[in-house]
């Protein structure tokens, strides 16, 4: 390992792992700026579904008493169904094509509500839009590692408390991106310089994370729904400039 490639890898693993703490999700899209410049990209993807799981646990640890667990498998099962469809189609669609309209829904969300004084609430419980979500996030999560986006924009139409929507968004990320994961470990992706890069992220990650978790715990519910809908702004320009660079 050259010192750039240990500096840019901390820069990551510390950048995914603050935003992580913070708001429940956007490793991959805060990281995988700084290791794309010196990894190949699949197993910068790699090294962050682990981090995502790795800086996850601990924002799952602090919100575990207001995890709604029927609420999350209107969510999840149809998630863990969209993956395996998302895998099948990871051959045959443009990833690239699809990240981009992703970040295009991303910015047009983000741009329009996080300039609007007054934010939506969506009241209503509407479980098979829940669903619709979750299976969205399956396939996406699969093909493109986004498996975050489509839930976390959902979820800040919501007038949930704050401890209610991470308690949703961070199970199932690492969930999601876990088993994602564990696929490419049986593909034999993770290698020995992997590896050593991953033992040598997770202090950072870590580190991060926890002080992430604790800007967290400083936000009102309302600054929480607001950071979130930022945050899909900077996530979507952040993809845009990864791919047209």
């Not at 805060?30 to 924002?59: D, K």
């Not at 924009?153 to 949930?160: D, I, T, V």
């Not at 978790?213 to 936000?219: G, P, S, V």
């Amino acid at each position: 390992m050259t010192l750039e490639f240990v500096l840019l890898l901390l820069a990551g693993a510390f950048a995914g792992g603050f935003v992580n703490g913070l708001a429940g999700f956007g490793t991959s899209l805060f990281a995988l700026g700084w290791w794309l410049q010196v990894m190949e990209p699949l197993e910068a993807v790699a090294l962050a579904l682990v981090m995502s799981v790795i800086s996850g646990v601990p924002g799952i640890m602090v919100v575990r008493k207001s995890i709604e667990w029927p609420r999350l498998a209107r969510f999840l099962i149809p998630a863990l169904i969209g993956i395996p469809i998302g895998l099948r189609l990871l051959h045959e669609i443009d990833a690239e094509l699809l990240k981009l309209v992703v970040a295009g829904f991303l910015i047009l969300y983000g741009g329009y509500f996080a300039f609007r004084r007054e934010l939506p609430r969506m009241t209503h419980d509407l479980p098979a839009v829940d669903a619709s979500v979750g299976f969205a996030g399956g396939i996406l999560g699969a093909v493109a590692g986004l498996s975050g986006a489509l839930p976390t924009m959902w979820c800040s139409l919501r007038p949930w408390p704050k401890g209610q929507q991470r308690a949703l968004l961070q199970p199932f990320n690492v969930i999601v991106l876990g088993l994602s994961a564990v696929w490419l470990l049986v593909e034999g992706v993770y290698g020995r310089a992997l590896g050593l890069s991953i033992l040598v992220a997770i202090p950072a990650t870590l580190i991060a994370t926890q002080l992430g978790i604790r800007a967290f715990e400083h936000l009102s519910d309302n600054q929480f729904r607001r950071l979130l809908i930022v945050l899909m702004l900077v996530s979507g320009v952040a993809l845009v400039l990864r791919d047209l660079l």
